[in-house]
């Protein structure tokens, strides 16, 4: 048995959230024991968890999940949450009186901005009253009601949160991208959801360099029928021209021009179900255009709150920051973080701006008590040779976590090798989480009271029935590799897809995506294994999205883009382990005469940067002969990245042309060895 990296200090184990909610309901204190009573006693555990978390907010009776026969006919889960219970998200982040005995004051700082340019921005809370209250009555004033769209094409600053919370207030939905997205990958997303209200920035920065986006922005507006009010923020420029939207069907304001009318307005919190949605997330868009997941209010601030608190131990007047941009949903996890009393601490540009000590700047420099960044941020300022506790004052960080994608090994030794003796007296917790987009939440998580393992995530989540499963649906025990599912209900499940049928229902396509793989338990496409420790090893996806440096990236927004290269006939991506990491690899087809010279390589990779982010263009673009494809005419990513990289392919009886395989094994091995050479 491997020894652990870290055993949590006795004191600070019993000084735990965790350790507290266990005392407060009479469970026994042991991890296993919790898990085990809060997911054999889901309605019991979901019950004192709110009572613990949600002390603000009375719910309706006794009766925690109303049963619709526990599954549906078709396998799925299908229940309601809290019926009768109303609530309004925005309020109770606003409030943060998640812990009354420490709940915080009025000037306690609310959010903290910070970019890479240096310019640092506060928001108390007090303030952020204020301000929410305005921009929700400047959303009513722009007759937004209730289930009515509001968007954000925003860089992660304090103006794209109030949005969020002022859309909330009203029981409007919303949604964000982040601005590095084209305007081919803003509207795959918003234009499906036919939002009312569009609050997008003039520009962003990354890298010291100046993006402007307002000739995009005219073009995203331009397409979008159902918009009656666009809202420019200042932040490239702080008098932006407005020029290019001149014309617009919209009406066009500044920020500040579109708020001042609503000085003073009275903050209103409209109390709404517990199901009501509060925003929209997106799919990676693997097989088609991104699918709009609706989150439920109530369901995802429970699920943020037991993660922060229980899992992660973050504490009231804790600072908190997780690198993020507001197209992925570790930002909606982290502006959550307000509702436990702490303050949420965001950084907007590139985290290697001015070298590998970025981020670890700011955690002295805000006096951080909880970092988080993805796995590939971790082993690329292990490679940069930088040691953080030798060169900045940790002193206050005790939690560090990682998510995005498995972190290895190497990079749990290195954290606590570089990372963790300049952390506080008591160690640095180090946890490596695990969920997704599909659930705003865990899986598997952290746990403050439990040692750490190299390469394992320490716990499967509370009042999650995590199991590991094999392609027969049968449960697998340590050791044994196969399917992550969750075996029971839990109340972030998505409230549905949009244009899948009634909200609150499960749809087809909401069906075949957690319920199809394995009927009876919800199955999202990742493989892993249960460890001798309690833990979980995920070892990456069991579909086709991909995944470099912890970014989800789906193919088909990819193939949309290369689609708009003439040469090209057909194109395959794939992902290529190198590493630890991810490497996106596209297989183009090209027309009769064509050559993959370097004029053609550029126009790729140029098409698709800008019609999708930088992270979607791939590390190596190869020429071949043939795609490999089934009998109906399907190209088969998953055969290619087995083959590739050396795992078995399955069932190569269903390609008309196996035979590509070999082919194309061969010619990206030559491409590699070019590139790396």
Same mark, same amino acid.
């Given at each position: ?8 200090? +006795?004191?600070?184990? +019993? ?186 920035? *003039? ?21 979008? +029928? ?370 993959? *010279? ?8 140029? @098409? ?6 930088? @992270? ?62």
């Amino acid at each position: 048995m491997s020894e652990p990296l870290w055993v949590p200090p +006795a004191a600070r184990s +019993a000084a735990s959230q965790l350790r507290k909610f266990a005392d407060a309901v009479g469970v026994e204190p042991d991890y296993e024991g919790l898990h085990r009573w809060s997911v054999t006693e889901p309605d019991r555990f979901w019950s004192a968890a709110w009572d613990h978390l949600l002390t603000s907010a009375p719910r309706a009776g006794a009766a925690i999940v109303e049963r619709r026969g526990v599954t549906g006919q078709d396998g799925s889960f299908d229940v309601e949450w809290f019926p009768g219970t109303s609530l309004n998200v925005a309020e109770l982040i606003l409030a943060g009186a998640s812990d009354p005995a420490n709940a915080p004051g009025s000037d306690q700082e609310l959010l903290v901005a910070v970019d890479e340019r240096g310019r640092r921005r506060v928001l108390s809370r007090r303030d952020a009253v204020v301000e929410v209250a305005r921009v929700a009555a400047a959303l009513r004033g722009a007759g937004v009601q209730r289930g009515d769209r509001v968007v954000a094409w925003m860089p992660n600053t304090i103006e794209t949160v109030v949005a969020m919370l002022g859309a909330a207030a009203v029981g409007a939905v919303f949604s964000s991208c982040s601005p590095d997205f084209g305007a081919d990958g803003v509207l795959d997303r918003f234009g499906q959801i036919e939002p009312t209200v569009l609050i997008a920035a *003039d520009g962003y920065t990354y890298g010291a360099k100046g993006f402007d986006r307002r000739a995009e922005l005219a073009r995203i507006v331009d397409a979008m +029928a159902t918009l009656r009010q666009v809202v420019v923020v200042p932040f490239l420029d702080d008098a932006p021209d407005l020029g290019p939207l001149t014309g617009s069907r919209a009406a066009v304001s500044t920020w500040d021009d579109w708020l001042a009318p609503h000085d003073g307005a009275t903050p209103r919190y409209a109390q709404l179900p517990f199901d009501h949605p509060w925003y929209v997330l997106f799919s990676s868009g693997t097989t088609g255009v991104p699918k709009c997941i609706v989150h439920r209010a109530g369901g995802v601030l429970l699920q943020h709150l037991k993660e922060h608190r229980f899992q992660l131990d973050i504490r009231p007047h804790d600072r908190v920051a997780y690198f993020t941009t507001c197209g992925w949903m570790m930002w909606n996890w982290l502006v959550s973080v307000p509702a436990s009393g702490a303050t949420a601490v965001l950084y907007d540009g590139n985290p290697f701006h001015g070298g590998p000590r970025r981020l670890w700047d700011l955690v002295e420099q805000e006096r951080l008590d909880f970092l988080g960044v993805s796995a590939k941020y971790l082993e690329s300022v292990g490679q940069s040779g930088f040691r953080p506790e030798a060169e900045v004052d940790l002193s206050t960080l005790r939690t560090l976590a990682s998510t995005g994608s498995p972190l290895s090994p190497e990079s749990f030794e290195w954290v606590y090798d570089a990372v963790a003796p300049g952390a506080g007296t008591d160690g640095l917790h180090l946890a490596s989480i695990s969920g997704g987009t599909d659930l705003c939440g865990c899986f598997v998580a952290g746990d403050p009271t439990s040692p750490v393992y190299a390469g394992e995530i320490q716990r499967p989540a509370l009042g999650m029935a995590v199991e590991v499963r094999s392609d027969e649906g049968l449960q697998l025990g340590p050791g044994e590799r196969g399917e992550l599912v969750c075996a029971a209900p839990f109340p972030s499940m998505p409230l549905g897809f949009w244009g899948d049928g009634p909200l609150g229902t499960i749809g087809p396509r909401y069906h075949a995506a957690y319920f199809e793989r394995l009927p009876g338990v919800w199955a999202q496409g990742d493989f892993a294994t249960l460890t001798e420790h309690g833990g979980i090893i995920i070892h990456g996806r069991s579909d086709t999205t991909l995944n470099p440096g912890g970014v989800r990236i789906g193919t088909a927004e990819i193939y949309r883009q290369v689609a708009h290269v003439p040469q090209v006939l057909e194109s395959l991506a794939f992902g290529d382990q190198v590493d630890n990491d991810v490497r996106v690899v596209l297989l183009v087809r090209l027309s009769d005469g064509v050559v993959l *010279d370097d004029e053609l390589e550029a126009t790729i990779r140029r @098409r698709i940067r800008e019609g999708c982010t930088p @992270r979607h263009v791939p590390a190596l673009i190869v020429a071949v002969g043939d795609l490999p494809r089934t009998r109906s005419g399907k190209l088969v990513e998953l055969a290619v990245a087995d083959a590739v990289n050396g795992r078995e392919v399955r069932n190569t009886s269903a390609l008309v042309n196996p035979e590509a395989l070999g082919e194309i094994a061969a010619a990206v091995a030559r491409a590699a060895a070019r590139s790396d050479s």
